[in-house]
Nanobody, 123 residues
């Protein structure tokens, strides 16, 4: 089993930045893709970003391209989401996930999910 624990959420004003972290534990994540989803109140969970184990491939939702950057440190079993130029519409609970399949993860069918961290952006 893999446990994922997110941190770094909070309340910020529009235009500011936050960096989310997700630490994985429980077993080695060799070759696992990791990513981020988010869910706003009353809306379905949506894909945000994904990164392969070596970092050579990343994928972003159109709504965050150019503002968010996903990265990972495999020595620390950690994936990050740097969020810049935040907008009120970025307000959501952000979830970290992990899977061996890149497109399984991007399509929301990852095996492992964290509990989420709240991000609130005020206007």
């Amino acid at each position: 089993q893999v446990q994922l624990v997110e941190s770094g959420g909070g309340l910020v004003q529009a235009g500011e930045s936050l960096r989310l972290s997700c630490v994985a534990s429980g077993r080695t994540l060799g070759n696992y893709v990791m990513g981020w989803f988010r869910q706003a109140p009353g809306q379905e969970r949506e894909f945000v970003a994904a990164i392969t184990y070596g970092g050579s491939k990343t994928q972003y939702a159109d709504s965050v391209k150019g503002r968010f950057t996903i990265s990972r440190d495999n020595t620390e079993n950690t994936v990050y989401l740097q969020m810049n130029s935040l907008k009120p519409e970025d307000t959501a609970v952000y979830y970290c996930n992990a899977d061996s399949g890149f497109w399984l993860l991007v399509n929301g069918r990852a095996d492992y999910w964290g509990q989420g961290t709240q991000v609130t952006v005020s206007s």
